[in-house]
């Protein structure tokens, strides 16, 4: 067990304001930890929500709805927050490299900083696409895109989107809908609006049912969307697609979503990974050769459990990190975390509706936009109403002096 001086020199740092350390940090505020100094390294000060940013594409969400605040949540849980993006390890002097500031030491580590899309091996793609990851750029240009569509409503779009998977075909639909509707409220001919979505496999969303497949598929082309499947992209220029079939598709706007990476730092810094980059962690959340750095979320790989890169598991992460954290700090035996083998996904059509698939089964409903909307908001609300510790922490010791 360790002593209490050794408490006291215990740096736990944490890179990234994924879902797994938000939730952590809220732990931590509600079950401090004496003697540790808890720092968060984030590039940025409000850090997206995974299940409602396509609502939030469509026009249903604002800004704050749909993120959290890392500066009050880093405040309730007593944590030094730097607003800076990480860059590397130094693993001899447990350093973490920063951008703009100098290296910060830690004795425990933990990161949860998401993907962002594969590119780099398609020309042009890097130069011209607009990544759908990371979400704050991202947003910022579809940002810039509403308003330039708002400024010129006459000017016809053509949006391309590519990667066919859960990311893809929410945000053709959920894209589809709210610039569909600043057309409309210009009384611009909505024909002036073209989609297309590439995809390399032969069938969209190849990790959910057949059901949920042909259900999307027919959405998008009810609301005249333009599948290409079966196409592989070979090159992206200024304003065209060319895929290797000999297919060009003219477009004005690109947005890549294919299969997720790891940004190349986290390979070079010595850490395990797999063959994508992500950090190999054993079921207890740790390195499989560092044991005091933890990985979380997308970046993380489970050896034992091959799951999709999905917010669900983030989320689910959350409390078990926090726990096994915790008990690494006070040289308790650490749990391992054991994820659900089927998970419930609900995904938003951009129109108020929801489609819902659970192992081979499907189904769609307006009910079920209520239900996913209702579940997204109550996860969000415990960022937003963190309870006052001061003074439960005055009450306490005012209940202390009753007795």
């Not at 390979?267 to 962690?281: A, C, E, K």
Request: hydrophobic content about 40%; overall charge neutral; proline content about 6%.
């Amino acid at each position: 067990m360790p002593t209490k001086s050794e408490h006291l020199v215990k740096n736990l740092v944490l890179i990234g304001g994924g879902h797994s350390h938000a939730i952590a940090l809220r732990l931590f505020g509600l079950n401090p930890l004496p003697g540790v100094r808890l720092t968060l390294i984030s590039d940025v000060s409000h850090t997206p929500y995974s299940g409602m940013l396509p609502g939030h594409v469509a026009g249903f969400y604002e800004f704050d709805e749909c993120h959290i605040n890392l500066q009050r949540l880093t405040q309730f849980a007593q944590a030094k927050l730097y607003i800076d993006q990480a860059i590397g390890l130094d693993l001899e002097n447990n350093n973490v490299l920063c951008a703009n500031r100098p290296p910060i030491g830690f004795d425990l580590l933990s990161i949860d900083i998401g993907s962002t899309p594969a590119k780099e091996s398609v020309p042009g793609a890097a130069n011209y696409a607009i990544p759908a990851k990371p979400v704050p750029q991202f947003l910022n240009q579809w940002n810039q895109l509403l308003e330039e569509v708002i400024e010129n409503p006459e000017k016809p779009i053509s949006l391309a989107i590519v990667g066919g998977g859960a990311g893809g075909v929410e945000l053709a639909m959920t894209m589809h809908h709210h610039l569909l509707q600043l057309l409309k409220k210009s009384t611009i001919n909505p024909s002036k609006l073209i989609i297309h979505l590439f995809h390399r496999g032969t069938e969209l969303l190849s990790g959910h049912n057949h059901g949920v497949s042909r259900r999307v598929h027919d959405i998008l082309i009810q609301r005249g969307i333009q599948i290409h499947l079966g196409e592989t992209v070979c090159e992206v220029l200024p304003d065209k697609i060319c895929c290797n079939s000999g297919l060009k598709v003219d477009t004005n706007y690109i947005v890549w979503v294919t299969h997720a990476s790891a940004p190349n730092w986290i390979r070079t810094s010595g850490l395990p990974t797999d063959s994508n980059g992500f950090i190999l962690v054993n079921d207890t959340l740790q390195s499989l050769a560092h044991p005091h750095i933890f990985a979380a979320g997308d970046i993380a790989t489970m050896v034992n459990y091959h799951r999709p890169k999905a917010g669900v598991f983030a989320v689910r992460q959350g409390k078990p990190l926090f726990e096994n954290l915790r008990r690494l700090v006070l040289g308790k035996p650490l749990k391992p975390y054991h994820p659900q083998k089927r998970y419930l996904s609900l995904m938003g059509t951009g129109d108020g509706e929801a489609i819902a698939s659970w192992g081979a089964f499907a189904w769609q409903s307006r009910w079920l936009w209520r239900w996913k909307d209702y579940i997204d908001r109550k996860f969000m609300t415990q960022f937003s109403n963190l309870p006052d510790m001061r003074n439960e922490e005055r009450g306490r010791g005012e209940e202390r002096e009753k007795t």
